[in-house]
């Protein structure tokens, strides 16, 4: 199916605990049985590595590093006073040999259910503060009139005559076109001789996501409050263009090798980028004066008018538009594009910043009792269908906050 590609919730909760709550230089550390560890664990060990990893777990002397690796590089929910790392070692040894054989057999889509049942063992939190754990003084909560409810797949589709059509849940469309099924929407037709080009709009309200597949193969996911302008069909053998009026997208862009050479361009405020057969990411919120693009796989060029960069793979450029300025910087891709498989993974930010992304999916307003609330950072992984109350009551136990409101959708944080 080509929607979110959405595991399972054990199964995603447990991916990007791991991805989130490593070291970020333990992704770049050169110790072979660390890094192989690692690989593993993100999916990426090849057969032969498989063999190293497992030829490494038989001496019983690694069970020391094992142990140091993990207390190190992980933080374990702290209701769990120990855990047993025979145990663990043991079903880590257990899955991949079934991983090999797996390998063998090319079923590589069993890999995620054997990562994530071992992470699982590891890793029950959601948040994780910065620092050492303090239970804070147990305060009672005021809740009023809550009718907070986590995001779900929902758009307004506006058509070339200004039409607007609500998609979503038991909303079904179909057009000469297009057809949606509430979850998502496909565009047949591929391209057109002719030079007029009739567009359309879809815009992601607050507390919605939804998932587009334009009519060249292009596949772009679209978190909340975001809204972007695309054709109906590309004129062929011209460059296809789509704007992403604002908020934050994950394109897939269908190479133009298969469209007789044809560019594929996003504009986007004060940018452009020119793409290459390629995954990425753009935040450009109207609320932010960043801009953030974000490279996965392939080659993209970032033109803001001044500047003009070339991004690699695990590179992000931000585009601050308060000082035109540009930077690059080498980020772990996942803690950016994870809220389009239905996790929030947050890796060193900000109270405020991880509030306005939970405030745009939950459709609330966030008012901070302590200005200096705001800076308190912590790190954490969030799974988008968790109730907004359970993941107060998780910050809260980790001592970010000591206390929270709720007064119909405003959230005041103590």
């Given amino acids: 199916m080509l929607k979110y590609k959405i595991l399972s919730k054990k199964v995603r909760v447990a991916q990007f605990c791991f991805v989130l709550l490593i070291k970020d230089e333990i992704l770049m550390m050169s110790k072979n049985n660390e890094y192989l560890i690692v690989k593993y664990l993100i999916n990426q060990t090849s057969s032969q590595e498989l063999d190293e990893l497992e030829l490494w777990l038989r001496d019983f002397d690694n069970k020391k590093e094992f142990k140091s690796f993990v207390k190190t590089n992980y933080i374990i929910d702290y209701n769990l006073k120990k855990f047993n790392t025979d145990k663990i070692k043991n079903?880590?040894?257990?899955l991949i040999k079934e991983d090999k054989k797996v390998l063998r057999l090319k079923t590589i889509q069993k890999y995620s259910k054997y990562a994530a049942l071992f992470i699982g063992i590891l890793f029950s939190i959601y948040f994780v503060k910065d620092g050492i754990y303090d239970k804070p003084v147990e305060t009672n909560p005021v809740i009023v009139n809550s009718t907070i409810e986590s995001g779900t797949d929902k758009a307004i589709l506006t058509l070339g005559d200004g039409t607007h059509i609500s998609l979503g849940k038991e909303a079904s469309f179909q057009s000469k076109n297009a057809n949606s099924n509430g979850e998502e929407?496909?565009?047949e037709g591929g391209e057109t001789k002719t030079t007029e080009v009739a567009y359309n709009y879809l815009t992601i309200p607050r507390g919605g996501q939804f998932f587009v597949k334009l009519s060249d193969g292009t596949q772009i996911w679209l978190n909340s409050e975001s809204k972007i302008?695309?054709?109906?069909?590309?004129?062929?053998?011209?460059?296809?263009?789509?704007?992403l009026v604002y908020g934050e997208a994950y394109f897939d862009v269908s190479p133009s090798s298969e469209h007789k050479g044809a560019k594929f361009k996003v504009f986007n405020q004060s940018q452009e980028i020119e793409v290459i057969g390629t995954e990425f990411n753009i935040k450009a919120y109207r609320d932010e004066s960043n801009i953030y693009t974000t490279l996965v796989e392939g080659k993209v060029s970032?033109?803001?008018?001044?500047?003009?960069?070339i991004l690699k793979p695990n590179q992000q450029i931000n585009l601050n538009l308060e000082v035109n300025s540009m930077t690059i910087s080498e980020v772990i891709v996942y803690n950016e594009v994870s809220w389009k498989d239905g996790v929030f993974s947050f890796r060193r930010k900000s109270l405020e910043d991880i509030m306005k992304v939970l405030s745009r999916w939950y459709d609330v307003d966030i008012d901070f009792a302590n200005e200096e609330l705001k800076s308190a950072g912590f790190n954490g992984v969030l799974g988008k269908d968790q109730k907004i109350e359970d993941v107060l009551k998780t910050i809260k136990s980790f001592g970010v906050i000591e206390g929270y409101d709720i007064h119909d959708k405003q959230i005041t944080l103590k």
């Avoid at 302008?229 to 704007?243: A, D």
């Fill in 91 to 94: 079903k880590l040894n257990h």
């Fill in 302 to 309: 970032v033109n803001s008018g001044i500047y003009k960069q």
């Fill in 185 to 187: 929407i496909v565009y």
């Fill in 229 to 243: 302008k695309y054709p109906v069909n590309f004129i062929e053998g011209e460059t296809r263009t789509v704007e």
